[in-house]
């Protein structure tokens, strides 16, 4: 029972164009979703984040966007840098005995070609 | 400072032998976790402490043994492990607010032989 979905495994960009990143969630209880960053051997880095009770927030080239009634949020670098290649996991809050719990998508593997 | 820092970044052990995987922050947070990530796959939870106590053990095995001695630290003592359990173990720390984003340092790289 996957609750946050990444379908696309992989994809490629040239640099200087969009990225876009796309993350699906079944479970309506989620009110808080986050971007993470990951390179190889290392722990994610955490990039940007939204509230349920908005449908966009910006961050520099990032900005994510939440449509809460399709339960979809996408990330967007713009432009993007040979940098950017990671891996980009999206992930959701659930609250579990008070305590916080982050679940996570699949990943996405992006590069940026140049 | 948003740095977590874990130690070893790499670890090499046999069925038999115990070790331990140690990771510190200076953020303040009360909240400290550990996850585990495979390859090719997302960081999936073991444990969750909060002020100290553990709040969430996401059934995972006994040979896994977390400790909180205080609110800087977290250990994750190893015992008898096997070699499926070679995988990057991760430690973050958040602050106890509710929705607020979780601090991940580089990781330990356990290989088990």
Redesign the interface.
Known sequence: DQQVKQNSPSLSVQEGRISILNCDYTNSMF??F?W?KKYP??????LI?I?SIKDKNEDGRFTVFLNKSAKHLSLHIVPSQPGDSAVY?CAA?A????????V????TRLTINP | DTEVTQTPKHLVMGMTNKKSLKCEQHMGHRAMYWYKQKAKKPPELMFVYSYEKLSINESVPSRFSPECPNSSLLNLHLHALQPEDSALYLCASSSQAINTEAFFGQGTRLTVV
């Open positions: 009110d808080y986050l993470y051997a290392e722990g994610p880095t955490f984040s509230s996991f809050i609250l579990i005995q008070g305590a916080q719990k982050l996570f998508g699949q990943g």
